[in-house]
């Protein structure tokens, strides 16, 4: 080998060394915790018969009754394009009920049947907190650093084509 290549070796097995690892990765932890949450919902929410998105749009439809498809989305992060098929089979499936606003006939206004307060009350004890084997202090700090996480990446992109 060459003392070229030898030096062109030494300085890529060095750049590899100082390149951060995956485990390392704050966006990988985030979404491989994700991902977990997912996997440890979907058998509390398969007895249900919903998917998380359907659950978590039936949570915030508890916390606020008769909302446009536009302010739901809003607050679940999700394009009406993805959201309208959910909240479609929610009222197939009688938790839901989408009518036209009277005053905007353009708007979509989103409320729950007493069939969808069941399902969300049945489902209410079913949040994961214990099995996070966190302090509630730790929960409560873990919860409200993710949120502050997820506005800051959102005002930091703000305008530069990364966020809506």
């Known amino acids: 080998m060459t003392k070229a ?18 485990e390392n990765f704050l ?3 985030i979404y491989s915790a994700n ?10 929410l398969d007895e249900l018969g919903l998917t998380y998105t359907q659950y978590i749009a039936l949570v915030a ?4 009754d008769n909302q446009t498809v536009s302010s739901l989305g809003e607050k679940l992060f999700l394009e009406s394009n ?9 009222e197939t499936m009688g938790y839901v009920r989408r009518q036209r606003d009277p005053k905007d006939e353009r708007k979509v206004v989103i409320s729950l049947t007493e069939a969808g307060r069941r399902v969300r009350d049945k489902a ?4 994961l907190v214990r099995e996070t ?15 502050k996480l997820r506005n ?8 530069t084509g990364k966020s809506k």
Request: aromatic share 6%; proline share 6%; with cysteine.
């Open 5 to 22: 290549n030898m030096t062109r070796a030494k300085q890529t097995s060095s750049s590899r060394a100082a390149a951060p690892r995956l």
């Open 27 to 29: 966006c990988f932890a």
């Open 35 to 44: 991902l977990a949450y997912g996997r440890a919902y979907k058998a509390i």
């Open 61 to 64: 439809l508890s916390e606020e």
């Open 82 to 90: 993805t959201l309208t098929p959910i909240l479609k089979n929610l």
């Open 124 to 127: 209410l004890p079913l949040n």
């Open 133 to 147: 084997q966190l302090t509630p202090e730790e929960f409560a700090l873990l919860q409200k650093s993710v949120v």
């Open 152 to 159: 800051n990446l959102i005002e930091g992109t703000k305008g």
